[in-house]
Every structure is written in C-alpha cells, then in structure tokens.
C-alpha cells in the first residue's frame, strides 16, 4: 500500500478551525442549531467541531448528538456483521437548524441514511451537511455538503483516512493507495 499525506496535524486544526468560522458566519451563537455526527467516525469530527465552538462560546451551550445510521442504511441486510453503535441524542430537532457532520462523503449512502434516521427526532427546519473530506467525482447519491474540509479526487480503489489523535495518537489525513502488485492481481480476476 502507498500512502500520500494530504492533510498533517497544524493543517488539520487549520481547516477544523475554518469550519467553525464557516458555520458562526451562517449560525451567528447556535441558539437555534445543533450539530450531530454520524457514528462511527463522524462522531470525532462532530466533537472536534463542537469544542473549538465551546472554545470561541464559553458561555453558549451547543447542542451536540451521535447517530447510529446502521440500520437506516439500505446496504446493512447484506452485511455478515452488523455491530451498531449508539445514537445519543437528548434533545428535540424540531425547527432547528442541524448541521450533519461526517468525516468523509464518498457516496453519500451513508448521509442519506443520516438524514432518514434524524426524522425519528423531529421535523428540523434545515439539515446541513460538514465533511472533513469530500471524495468528489464517486457519489451514488445526489448528495453535496455545505461545509467541507478539503476536497479529493480519487479513484474507486483508493481509500481516503482520516485519523484522529483520540484513537490514532494524530490529527492527519491520508490518500491510501493500493500498490501495483495488488492492482495486478485484482485485474486478473
């Protein structure tokens, strides 16, 4: 596998922090907002987001949740292994303002089934979308996020990660790649 740094951690906080700024610009101190993230991954993002606003409003309480999407998606029967996480949402999404939150968009399945699943909390009178990576050009879905983080085109078998110092040890984002060895003995089948 050949890996190629797209993003370092300084950078990664650099394009975290632009976000936060992206979204105080549309939802000015978050009275009427909430930011929920898509578990798993999405998660990290949504929390990252959420405590660099808490930073810049230390007296604002911001709404954050988890969401499970597993079984909203429409690929989950076809899976051998179905482990779900948790959806922590403890407040009401009717008439708010929420902003979606994920690490990465490839095809949009995933973002599709976030949005089903937040209509079991309420009518929301807008859902925006956050990516920290957007993989342009591979979407199966007309789905497009109001706030990315950075935008990558890739082609199908490679793998865009992003790692998170809570669980990887460092802020950082790859461009993955098979190597040709691989590429090889796939085209053969």
């Not at 929390?47 to 230390?58: V, Y």
Request: proline fraction near 3%; hydrophobic fraction near 40%.
């Amino acid at each position: 596998m050949q890996r190629r740094l797209l993003l370092n951690s300084k950078n990664f906080d650099i394009t975290v922090n632009r976000l936060c700024h992206q979204l105080i610009e549309n939802h000015n101190d978050f009275s009427n907002s909430a930011i929920i993230g898509i578990q798993s991954r999405g998660v990290f993002a949504a929390r990252r987001i959420h405590q660099h606003l808490s930073r810049i409003f230390p007296d604002k309480k911001i709404l954050i949740g988890d969401l499970d999407v597993t079984f909203y998606r429409d690929d989950f029967r076809r899976r051998e292994i179905i482990i779900p996480g948790s959806t922590e949402i403890d407040f009401i999404i009717e008439d708010k303002n929420v902003i979606l939150v994920d690490d990465v968009l490839y095809t949009g399945r995933t973002v599709r089934a976030g949005m089903d699943a937040l209509v079991d909390f309420g009518r929301a009178r807008k859902v925006e979308l956050l990516t920290i990576v957007d993989r342009r050009y591979s979407r199966h879905l007309p789905i497009a996020p109001d706030y990315v983080g950075i935008s990558v085109d890739s082609v199908t078998p490679e793998k865009v990660v992003v790692q998170w110092k809570e669980t990887d040890g460092e802020d950082a984002i790859w461009l993955v790649s098979p190597d040709n060895n691989m590429k090889k003995e796939s085209s053969k089948q």
